[in-house]
């Protein structure tokens, strides 16, 4: 698969086969490639959870909040949730301002799914999850800030990159089969050309 393929499959994927399960020894590979990833100043302000057994994915699952855009669809369907998650936590004994963080966080994030899609799982970012309820339900104590959610599994679901249609909208949409269509600016739109 080249570099190109690796990313293009990168989807957010919204729904697993439940059969496939993920241990705490392939998380932590993909937490090995994390660790290593570009750092502001080099201060590493970030920890991982990782949660792998069904009864706790359930409740992590809980407090997530998928495909906002599509709220008629209740997504993930039942049997087909995420089979682990990786907690992506602010250390602020280490790091204080969150500010600062997020672009590690936003490195850390797309590497551990880049390792994920090689290993033929795929996964989410959530940032849309119940903060104060996950902190309860993991026990994280004070330092430790949640400031972004993974969810992994091996998909199924299919899903397709388009064209940003003429009305500009780049909302996320499904066909009566299901399959989403993702709408990605062309490579003319997004590269700025300065006036001659
Ligand atoms: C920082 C960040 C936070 C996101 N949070 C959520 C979320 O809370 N729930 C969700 O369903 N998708 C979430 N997404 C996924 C986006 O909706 C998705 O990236 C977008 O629809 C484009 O699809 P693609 O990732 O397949 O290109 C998030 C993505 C990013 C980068």
């Given at each position: 698969m080249t570099f190109y393929e690796l990313v293009k499959r990168n989807r957010s994927y919204r729904?697993?086969?439940?059969q496939r399960r993920i241990s705490r020894e392939e998380l932590e590979e993909l937490v090995d490639c994390a660790r290593i990833t570009p750092s502001a100043a080099n201060r590493q302000p970030l920890r991982y959870d990782l949660v792998w057994e069904p009864a706790e994915t359930a409740g992590v699952q809980s407090l997530t909040k998928w495909a906002a855009a599509l709220p008629?669809?209740?997504?993930?369907?039942?049997?087909?949730?995420?089979a682990a998650f990786i907690v992506i936590l602010q250390e602020t004994e280490w790091v204080q301002n969150a500010a600062s963080c997020q672009i590690d966080v936003g490195i850390a994030a797309q590497t551990l799914l880049l390792a994920a899609v090689e290993k033929g799982l795929g996964g989410l970012m959530i940032g849309n999850f119940n903060r104060e309820g996950l902190t309860e339900l993991r026990g994280y104590p004070e330092h430790l800030v949640p400031q972004l959610v993974i969810a992994l599994g091996k998909p199924a679901e299919k899903i397709e990159l388009t064209e940003v249609p003429s009305d500009g909208s780049t909302k996320y949409y499904r066909d009566e089969q299901d399959i989403h269509y993702v709408p990605k600016r062309g490579l003319k739109d997004v590269i700025w050309e300065r006036e001659p």
């Amino acid at each position: 698969m080249t570099f190109y393929e690796l990313v293009k499959r990168n989807r957010s994927y919204r729904g697993f086969d439940q059969q496939r399960r993920i241990s705490r020894e392939e998380l932590e590979e993909l937490v090995d490639c994390a660790r290593i990833t570009p750092s502001a100043a080099n201060r590493q302000p970030l920890r991982y959870d990782l949660v792998w057994e069904p009864a706790e994915t359930a409740g992590v699952q809980s407090l997530t909040k998928w495909a906002a855009a599509l709220p008629e669809r209740h997504l993930p369907d039942p049997g087909k949730e995420a089979a682990a998650f990786i907690v992506i936590l602010q250390e602020t004994e280490w790091v204080q301002n969150a500010a600062s963080c997020q672009i590690d966080v936003g490195i850390a994030a797309q590497t551990l799914l880049l390792a994920a899609v090689e290993k033929g799982l795929g996964g989410l970012m959530i940032g849309n999850f119940n903060r104060e309820g996950l902190t309860e339900l993991r026990g994280y104590p004070e330092h430790l800030v949640p400031q972004l959610v993974i969810a992994l599994g091996k998909p199924a679901e299919k899903i397709e990159l388009t064209e940003v249609p003429s009305d500009g909208s780049t909302k996320y949409y499904r066909d009566e089969q299901d399959i989403h269509y993702v709408p990605k600016r062309g490579l003319k739109d997004v590269i700025w050309e300065r006036e001659p």
